[in-house]
Every structure is written in C-alpha cells, then in structure tokens.
Nanobody, 117 residues
Framework: QVHLVESGGGLVQPGGSLRLSCEAS????????IAWYRQAPGKERELVAT????????NYRDSVKGRFTCSRDNAKSTAYLQMNSLKPEDTAVYYC??????????WGQGTQVTVSS
C-alpha cells in the first residue's frame, strides 16, 4: 500500500527557508517520479516541482524557479523540497504525489507552510 508522509512545514518570515520531506513506503520508490503540489486557501492545487526516478531531471513552476530545489534520496525513499527566499504567496499546504503503474494518483496528508511576518 502506497504511503506518503510530508513533514517540515511551519511558520516562517518572508525571505526565510524551509525544507520539506516526503517519506515514502509501500512501493519501489526509486522507480517513480515524485511530484510536489501545493494548495492555497480558496485556490486550486498546483504543481510546484517534479523529479524523475533517477533525480536527473527536475522541473519547476516558473514562480519558484531559482528559489526552490527538489531532490531525492532513493536509498532512504525520501524526496525533499528545499524552499528559500520564501514569499507570502508561497503560503499553502504542500503535498507530495506519485502516479502508480495503474495511473492512480497517491497523496500524502500534506504539510502547512505559512510565510508571514
């Protein structure tokens, strides 16, 4: 059974940093692309970043390029999202996601990131 657990969120001032983790179990982590999404209050969930199974290809939405860095440690079945120079508009619940071999999405419970002074 696929299980994803996000952690590392919190309250940070503008310009600050946070590192999110996504710990995975129940599947062969090293074979799957990991996606990070976020959802702000009253808004649709949006894709933030994706990292392929090998970690060699990473894509970011334009608004986080140069500030966020996605990585993974396949030996630990964990993906990371390093977020620097945080802005109030980054405030959201952040989720990690995989699409299994049947095409079904799996989500973690999310972790809240609040950027505020």
């Amino acid at each position: 059974q696929v299980h994803l657990v996000e952690s590392g969120g919190g309250l940070v001032q503008p310009g600050g940093s946070l590192r999110l983790s996504c710990e995975a179990s129940g599947f062969t982590f090293s074979q799957y692309t990991i996606a990070w999404y976020r959802q702000a209050p009253g808004k649709e969930r949006e894709l933030v970043a994706t990292i392929v199974s090998t970690g060699r290809s990473i894509n970011y939405r334009d608004s986080v390029k140069g500030r966020f860095t996605c990585s993974r440690d396949n030996a630990k079945s964990t993906a990371y999202l390093q977020m620097n120079s945080l802005k109030p508009e980054d405030t959201a619940v952040y989720y990690c996601n995989i699409i299994d071999f049947m095409g079904s999405p799996h989500w973690g419970q999310g972790t809240q990131v609040t950027v505020s002074s």
